[in-house]
């Protein structure tokens, strides 16, 4: 607890309801590492602005920025960069540890993925006239996926990477359309921002997130959530976004069979249309 001294010290210099947020990280510091904001602001009964305020009266930036701090002084370095590493492993400890890891992640998110939300979202995307894909950062590979899938079965999509793209799009969306967003935070503000735009446009909105207590869970109106042990203060998801990978395979699966007579007329074509490009 020696590290988490700097609460204590300046522990009389909070509010009353910010105080409540010290002494719930200070009874439980390895289990804060892995909550959202939203989810601290729950255990601790306050509201999330007062987590913020907390955070940055320490002299953090945000939550986020707190959580890297909180991290780095409870967790060995090395699970820095994975959650399951110890640093002394052998090439082959080390492929079964990344393997297996990846491997839980996609048997706990088949087991705890809402089977009624899934159909919800695939039934929306089947009936859409377009799909925007949305991600930052980690994120932004798994947009790209789902834009790959399902252009390839003809329907309609975009995907962006750029936040101020992603908002003029989102403005631009009717009521039959769908905007998914990538996250595995759920606390990116450029995807809230994005999400709340889409949702004021009559857009219908989707989250794949790892936080199911999240501001971007919050603000779209159907919510996918993955299940990793991989720890939410790292910027860069790693077994989490296999799980999501998985989650866009299901959409596109779903959907193609729903569409399937087009889905197989489109697919043929941009196979013959490759048929030149390979040996």
């Known amino acids: ?118 159909n919800t979202v695939i039934q929306l995307i089947s009936r859409s006239s ?26 309609p999509c975009e995907w962006f990477t750029d936040s101020h793209m992603a908002s003029m799009a989102a403005a631009m969306m009717q009521e039959n359309q769908v905007f ?7 606390s990116s503000r450029d995807v809230v921002e994005a999400l709340k735009v889409a949702n004021q446009a009559g857009a219908e909105t989707v989250a794949v997130v790892s936080q199911k207590k999240s501001p971007v869970s919050k603000t779209a109106r159907h919510v996918l959530c993955v299940h990793s042990t991989e720890t939410n203060f790292k910027f860069e998801p790693m077994s989490s976004r296999i799980a999501q990978l998985c989650v866009i395979d299901v959409l596109s699966v779903g959907v193609s069979i729903i569409r399937s007579e087009n889905v197989v007329e489109n697919l043929n074509k941009a196979r013959k249309s490759l048929v030149e490009k390979r040996y």
């Open 130 to 155: 377009k799909i925007i894909f949305y991600g930052l950062g980690g994120s932004a590979v798994i947009a790209m996926d789902g834009y790959h899938k399902f252009f390839r079965i003809g329907i």
């Open 180 to 186: 998914i967003a990538i996250s595995h935070s759920g």
């Open 1 to 118: 607890m020696g590290q988490l001294s700097f609460i204590e010290q300046n522990i009389d210099q909070l509010r009353k309801s910010e105080v409540k947020v010290a002494d719930t990280i200070l009874a439980k510091p390895d289990q804060v590492i892995h909550f959202s904001v939203s989810e601290l602001a729950d255990m601790a009964r306050v509201s999330e602005p007062t987590v913020i305020r907390f955070c940055r009266a320490l002299g953090f930036k945000g939550f986020q920025d707190f959580k890297i701090y909180l991290a780095q002084s409870l967790i060995p370095a090395f699970r820095n960069i994975h959650e399951s590493v110890d640093g002394d492993e052998k090439t082959p400890e080390l492929i079964k540890k990344v393997f297996d890891a990846n491997t839980s992640a996609i048997i706990n998110t088949k087991n705890t993925l809402d089977y009624n939300e899934l």
